[in-house]
């Protein structure tokens, strides 16, 4: 035979594998509405530089349950390309080929595209269309390597960013993909996950329970928190996850006019009397770049916004209370929701942005019996350990430990700058008044006029020229100022170094 007949022989060999499960398979998986692995892949990297790695991968063919099946690539596509012209690792995991299961080989096709991602420091996408680790190559081995897979993930954490994309199943284990990966999208009514399907939760505690009910992105980006992002569909998702490798990943834009006037809308956005609701996105869109953010877990821990930005070209991380929900107030999940997401900006040397309109933590028997305490103490640990640049504006509210775990004065805040409107105070006036004066008003004539006056007293007391004036704030600044300030304070504090005493690692709280 000769080379070129050799050749013809490769490109038919690489053509039949391109087919993975076969037009059959793939009309089902449009049926579903979802794409393949590879048109997929075609939409999250930039025309024409996907490269594939182990196209020509097969099953192992020592196990009998495995004879006479075909998996082209093994069930999974791995590769690099560009996004945005940034080098991105990826492995997809193709439902039409034997349900996207993990197959050993296929596994170590991924094992190798993370070694490749830790080697480059680039980050790695997951597309996650899978039923988990194959149960014909699972008997007495590693399960596919499953153990490895999410092991190294661990390792990686921190040192190269990973994004999960879940587009379909995502049963057993791997599940922990996303739990593992820095962030995970879902895409709604086509993806699940969960450690066990539907099949096996009937079969071991005989619960009759759909796979969207079980784990479905409804679930996930509202209930549980394990999800970051709902997509309408996979081209959705598929943006989402081109956008968020953009705020890790795009070099430094020009930065835009930090003067720009959108800010006077502030003046009308944010009421000047402490209990009236508004929309912190609303503040957000007008101090960021261009008006637009990425929010993360949006439709989880509402009273908390966390979000990715750009403030003078440059990427910031955004945590904001939200009076909007709940007054703002902190509880367990939104304690834990901005925890990791200061966890991961810090990681990724992202400056953080704290807006501050928060009454403090919910109190309460149920909230305690939740582990509110410890809870609370992950957030405080995670503003504690961070070492990116922060700046804190405090807009109204900034009460008890509220005010500590938005980056209040003692947790290494850049520049700490107050409205006109802020309080900051152990609590509100109106509580602070009930405990203090507490026998005056009970014992007065009128006790709604005492109890007003004495309100009146302590407001006045928690002004934001109080704490200016003992210096406690950097400075009481027009609100209008505040994107040209904040990008001031961010460029200054760019090359801040922090000296933390040399240890193995602190305890979280768990």
Partial sequence: MSLREMTDDLNRRKAAARQMGGPAAIARQHEAGKLTARERLDLLFDGGTFVELGALADHEPRNPQMFGKETPADGVVTGYGQVDGKTVCCAAYDFTVMAGSMGEVGERKVARMRELALRLRAPIVWLLDSSGARIQETAGSQFAGSGDLFFEQVIMSGVVPQVAAVMGPCAAGTAYIPALADVAFMVKSTSSMALGGPHLVKAAIGEDVSAEDLGGSRVHCTISGCADLEAADD?????????????????????????????????????????KVYDMRKVIGAIVDDG????????????????????????????????SHRGGVLDVDSADKAARFVTLCDAYEIPLVFLVDVPGFLIGSKVEQQGIIRHGAKM???????????????????????????????YEADQIYAWPTAEISVMGPEGAAAIIFRKEIEAAEDPAAVRAERVGMIREMISPYVAAAGAYVDDVIDPADTRRLVVAALSAARGKRVERPARKHGLWPV
């Avoid at 953010?293 to 939200?322: D, H, N, P």
């Avoid at 640990?381 to 003692?410: D, N, Q």
């Fill in 235 to 275: 081209e959705a998702c598929i943006r989402s996850v081109r956008e968020y490798l953009g705020y890790l990943t795009e070099p430094v834009k020009p930065a835009s006019d930090p003067t720009d006037r959108r800010a006077e809308q502030l003046y009308d956005i944010v009421p000047a009397e402490p209990n």
């Fill in 292 to 323: 637009r953010f990425m929010e993360l877990k949006g439709g989880w821990a509402k009273s908390i916004i966390t979000a990715l930005g750009r403030m003078g070209g440059r990427t910031v991380g955004i945590v904001a209370s939200q009076p």
């Fill in 380 to 410: 405080l640990y995670a503003v504690s350990e961070a070492t990116v640049p922060k700046v804190t504006v405090v807009l109204r509210k900034a009460y008890g430990a509220g005010y500590f775990v938005m980056c209040g004065r003692a």
